[in-house]
């Protein structure tokens, strides 16, 4: 039911003094489900099912990717649906909110407002006690330990990547929102042995933040990682002319749609990196998905 395996190919202008690059296509896992949600929704639907789960109350912001996902989830196992949303400072009818509200009534939003963000998890699990069916609270971007065994199936499918291609890989680089997709790699390659260097673009927040979740998720803190921040746009969700100019640059050279959130961002400073490090030997660059949200941006 849950396809969790997508191929990995050669980029064509990437630098290629002693280091060869390629992407895995995780964003062609899912249409209207980014590659590492549908990886953590593997694992999280079949527990919510299996635990009798009627009503899920989604934690997001409007135009987030895993609300959208979430709703589609829902709707598809008839689960009830309550989403507390932060309040945007305008709401448009936009973007991943538009087509979230395809699957959304009115009714079953709870907008928060910004300042009593910061209480968005009390205020879900209040909202838990008053359901008459049995609900679970879905942590903003599905980051819950259930969706782990999920996630790590980001590492053995890069395994099984390169049985086909007949080598390995000496550097992976993967971008991080909640940091859960990341964690889950960092572990699934620790627990199979795998000795790639694991190069994390921080878009959300910062180290210490990321490896205090690294405690709480996996309960130590591996040394296969380094972590690296944007260099450019480097607000979560802020969007320059360097980004732009990478979404184009993806789309002409690599033939590759890359979102100016996740995916455009990671590509450019993968490559900033590996050409400042001189990197060596076999790169990969993780394409977790985020397409959706691209039509609602100006590249000009
Ligand atoms: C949610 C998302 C991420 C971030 O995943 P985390 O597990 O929260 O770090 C990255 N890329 C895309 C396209 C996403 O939708």
Known sequence: MWNLSSRVHRLNHFPDAGVNCFVKR????????????????????????????????IIAGPQ???????????????????????EPWKLELQGNYKLSRLFLEEHEIVWVSRDQWQNVNELAHTHLLTLKEPGFVLQEGASVPEAMSGAISLANDIMINEQTLGFSFQHIFIDSGTGFSASAL???????????????????????IFRNKLTQWLGFIPQNFICLYPTTARAFGSVNQ?????????????????DPIYAAKLFYEARKYINTHQLKGNALIIHSGGTLTMPGFSYQ
């Open 64 to 86: 987030s990717n895993n609300l959208l996902a979430a709703l589609q989830l829902a709707r598809e196992f008839q689960l009830k649906v309550t989403a507390f949303l932060i």
């Open 26 to 57: 995780d964003d062609e896992l899912g249409c209207g489900i980014s590659g590492s949600k549908l990886r953590k929704y593997a694992s999280l639907f079949p527990y919510l099912i299996e635990q009798g789960i009627q009503h899920l109350i």
């Open 186 to 208: 960092i572990k699934g390659l620790t627990q199979l042995n795998h000795r790639a260097q694991v190069y994390v673009v921080l878009l959300a927040e910062n180290e210490l």
């Open 242 to 258: 360097t980004i732009k100019n990478e979404v184009k640059r993806m789309a002409r050279e690599e033939g590759i749609l890359a």
